[in-house]
């Protein structure tokens, strides 16, 4: 075999190679439906309206503390 014959079949080779080493990525779609739990957003509006209410109840009415 000659020097360039050899170079040929080593790239070759390792194109091969390479190429039989890629990734394969496979999307699916889930098979339970996703659900969002927003329980703490409700929560937090609620005890923000609460804190609004007291600081406005606290500054019409400065006698009780």
């Given at each position: 075999?000659?020097?360039?014959?050899?170079?040929?079949?080593?790239l070759?080779?390792?194109?091969l190679?390479?190429g039989a080493?890629?990734?394969r990525?496979?999307?699916?779609?889930?098979?339970?439906p996703?659900?969002?739990?927003?329980?703490?957003?409700?929560?937090?509006e609620?005890?923000?309206?609460?804190?609004?209410?007291l600081?406005d109840m606290?500054s019409e009415?400065?006698?009780?503390f």
């Amino acid at each position: 075999m000659s020097d360039t014959l050899r170079r040929y079949a080593v790239l070759i080779g390792v194109a091969l190679l390479v190429g039989a080493c890629t990734h394969r990525v496979q999307m699916e779609a889930p098979k339970e439906p996703i659900t969002i739990n927003l329980n703490v957003k409700i929560e937090h509006e609620v005890r923000v309206k609460v804190e609004k209410e007291l600081d406005d109840m606290f500054s019409e009415d400065s006698e009780v503390f």
